[in-house]
């Protein structure tokens, strides 16, 4: 069962509408590179993202971003970030 003060994966995705993917401009969500955000019961995040290459040079910067927006959120106790390529 979901704690009530944990987003849900709606939620998740609305917060990484947030996150803005600094060459292109336009949030990852718009994008498709958001493959899956889940939460579990204690509060643990996994968020994959699909980048257009591995060596994205602004992978680290979304990786902070993602951590920012969602580490915030009530009842996030931590964030993992899965990488994949499109």
């Known amino acids: 069962m979901e704690d009530a003060d944990c987003p ?3 939620e998740l ?9 600094p060459e292109l401009g336009s949030d990852i969500v718009e994008l498709g590179m958001v493959r899956d955000a889940t939460i579990d019961d204690a509060g643990a995040v996994t968020v994959t993202i699909a980048l257009t290459t591995s060596g994205c040079p602004l992978r680290a910067q979304i990786q ?3 951590r920012s927006r969602v580490g915030s ?9 899965e990488w ?3």
Not at 13 to 21: A, F, Q
């Open 13 to 21: 995705r609305l917060l990484l509408r947030g996150v803005i993917d």
């Open 84 to 86: 994949t390529e499109m």
């Open 73 to 81: 959120a009530p009842g996030v106790t931590s964030v993992s970030i």
């Open 8 to 10: 849900t994966p709606g």
């Open 64 to 66: 902070r971003d993602i």
